[in-house]
């Protein structure tokens, strides 16, 4: 599977959006890029994922750019509570997933 | 959220001796993990299943064994806990369908302490 690079951290304004890019320039066709976010404590939580288009959901959109070499999650609305590790993950349809690194997205008052 | 509970949440042991963690699904689905996280490491597949008594080694497996006797339970087994063990362990569950193998869904984490 492709590698990912995240930043390491990033801070956000309660109620702003939050905007996580990584970059998965070896990405091949047929691998989907997945974001899992991990609140202190908790296990992973599924957030989104996509192969090509960009994907939205309850949580988060998935914007992925046109040669699919990079791809941004947004949180259109940030609150106290999505404080958290995000992680980006691309993976072949057929494999497990591995996790990274991830950003810790820290949203202020 | 997924139906998926780990058992015990928090345990703490002795070197030497041996310790089952458990994972149990409502789910129905045919494929469980486990994983390990530790600090500046991340998460780290120990060992996974893909169908009852169908079970198969991670990056991380020495030390561990795994045991999967009906879909619903996976039990994770530390033979002789050793200090290095001491983590947070994590159960995972997915479905394969239409040649895709699909979200997994994590559980809540057992921390477990070695001493």
């Known amino acids: 599977d492709a590698k990912t690079t995240q930043p390491p951290s990033m801070d956000c304004a309660e109620g702003r959006a939050a905007n996580l890019p990584c970059n998965h320039s070896t990405i091949s066709g047929n691998e989907y890029v997945y974001w899992y976010r991990q609140i202190h404590s908790q296990g992973p939580q599924y957030i989104i994922h996509g192969l090509k288009n960009n994907e939205t959901n309850e949580m988060a959109s998935l914007i992925i750019t046109e040669d699919r070499k990079s791809s941004t999650l947004i949180l259109p609305h940030a609150t106290l509570r999505d404080t958290a590790v995000y992680y980006c993950?691309?993976?072949?349809?057929?494999?497990?997933?591995?996790f990274g690194g991830g950003t810790r997205l820290m949203v202020k008052p | 959220d997924a139906g998926i509970t780990q058992s015990p949440r928090h345990k703490v042991t002795e070197t030497g001796t041996p310790v089952t963690l458990r994972c149990h699904q409502t789910?129905?689905?045919?494929?469980m993990y486990w994983y390990r996280q530790d600090p500046g490491h991340g998460l780290r597949l120990i060992h996974y299943?893909?169908?009852?008594?169908?079970?198969d080694k991670g990056e991380v497996s020495d030390g561990y064994s795994v045991s999967r006797s009906k879909t619903e339970d996976f039990l994770l087994t530390l033979e002789s806990a050793t200090s290095s063990q001491t983590s947070v362990y994590f159960c995972?569950?997915?479905?394969?369908?239409?040649?895709?193998?699909?979200?997994?869904?994590f559980g809540p984490g057992t921390r477990l302490l070695v001493l």
């Open positions: 993950i691309v993976r072949n349809a057929g494999n497990m997933l591995t």
């Open positions: 789910e129905n689905h045919r494929y």
């Open positions: 299943s893909y169908g009852v008594k169908d079970t």
């Open positions: 995972a569950i997915s479905e394969y369908r239409d040649r895709i193998l699909e979200t997994q869904y």
